[in-house]
């Protein structure tokens, strides 16, 4: 069982920055993939990045460039760096775990406005 606690979420002006981050429970974290997806109102949810286990990392197009994902293996935590947002970013953000047997764990999101 894996338990998965967001946080950084919160209101922000366009052209700003905020960095989501992903606790995660128990001593498998290095082994699983991780992952940061959004669902905006009345939208499915999307994909935003993944970083697997030996750290390699793939965007969704609309976030390439000014999302950046990364982890920390000694602090069990996931962290979405977000510049430059943009209103359309809006959304509420899920920090996902899948472990080797892929078992698949969700947060309980995260709230990202961006207005001005």
């Known amino acids: 069982q894996v338990q998965l606690v967001e946080s950084g979420g919160g209101l922000v002006q366009p052209g700003g920055s905020l960095r989501l981050s992903c606790a995660a429970s128990?001593?498998?974290?290095?082994?699983?993939?991780m992952g940061w997806y959004r669902q905006a109102q009345g939208k499915q949810r999307e994909l935003v990045a993944i970083?697997?286990?030996?750290?390699?990392?793939n965007y969704a197009s609309s976030v390439e460039g000014r999302f950046t994902i990364s982890r920390d293996n000694a602090k069990n935590t996931a962290y979405l760096q977000m510049t430059s947002l943009k209103p359309e970013d809006t959304a509420v953000y899920y920090c996902?775990?899948?472990?080797?047997?892929?078992?698949?764990?969700w947060g309980q999101g995260t709230q990202v406005t961006v207005a001005s």
């Open positions: 996902n775990a899948v472990t080797n047997y892929r078992y698949s764990y």
């Open positions: 128990g001593s498998i974290f290095s082994t699983l993939v």
């Open positions: 970083i697997t286990n030996m750290g390699v990392t």
